[in-house]
């Protein structure tokens, strides 16, 4: 089986969502420069937010990006 190679760009991230709900972790941008480019012009329908840290296992939420209200990102 032949496994395909990808970009791996963490970048932390704060979203905001519809509901009110503040969500903080990190989401891979793949092979876009900023989290804005990855947000506006990616065609994925949601965001995978996962928890920072130095766990073997880590929470994930999806996020619909149609629900977002403001993200906001850091070094």
């Known amino acids: ?3 395909t190679e990808y970009e791996v760009k963490y970048r932390n991230i704060k979203v905001k969502i519809s509901d009110g709900t503040i969500i903080t972790g990190q989401v891979n941008i793949l092979t876009f420069t900023r989290l804005s ?4 012009q990616s065609n994925d329908k949601f965001i995978v ?3 920072t840290g130095d766990s073997e296992q880590k929470k994930a939420t999806l996020i619909n990006k ?3 209200i403001w993200a906001d990102t850091w070094e």
């Open 49 to 51: 937010v996962t928890e």
């Open 37 to 40: 480019e990855y947000l506006k």
């Open 1 to 3: 089986m032949a496994f």
């Open 66 to 68: 149609e629900h977002i």
